[in-house]
């Protein structure tokens, strides 16, 4: 085991999901944990801490989707009653607006509900490898 890889006593959570919402190596914070947009790396290039052991599953998507809905829909009704706009106009800035802020938020929830397993040992990350 590499000096550099720490125990699970001695994983903080928060800064750990900082890092993770960084999209860095939930252990070091310098390697990227992503190989592309979503796909997760099976071990940090920096510090080799394994990362195949995730199950984020279907998380990031939901808590994205959480997010987005609970900030689009009370900001539709708002624009709706105060300006009025055309139907039109009106679907293509939400659209642009959920679009893009869910492909700003899923990898980056990714990478935090990633490095909140890490640190709390879940799955695979029980295991100090
Ligand atoms: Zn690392």
Redesign the pocket.
């Known amino acids: 085991m590499s000096d550099?890889v720490n125990t699970i006593e001695q994983r903080e959570t928060w800064p750990a999901v900082w890092k993770g919402w960084r999209r860095?190596?939930?252990?070091?914070?310098?390697?990227p944990m992503m190989r592309g947009y979503l796909k997760v790396r099976d071990a940090?290039?920096?510090?080799?801490?394994e990362l195949h052991h995730h199950r984020a599953d279907d998380g990031p998507a939901y808590l994205t989707i959480l997010i987005v809905g609970h900030l689009m829909a009370p900001g539709l009704h708002i624009a709706f009653t105060t300006w009025r706009p055309e139907p039109l106009i009106l679907f293509t800035i939400f659209a642009v607006l959920c679009v893009g802020l869910s492909l700003y938020l899923l990898p980056r929830l990714k990478g935090a509900m990633i490095a909140f397993q890490w640190a709390r040992g879940l799955h695979g990350f029980s295991q100090t490898s």
Do not use: A, D, E, Y
């Open positions: 550099s860095k190596c939930p252990n070091c914070g310098t390697g940090c290039p920096v510090c080799r801490q």
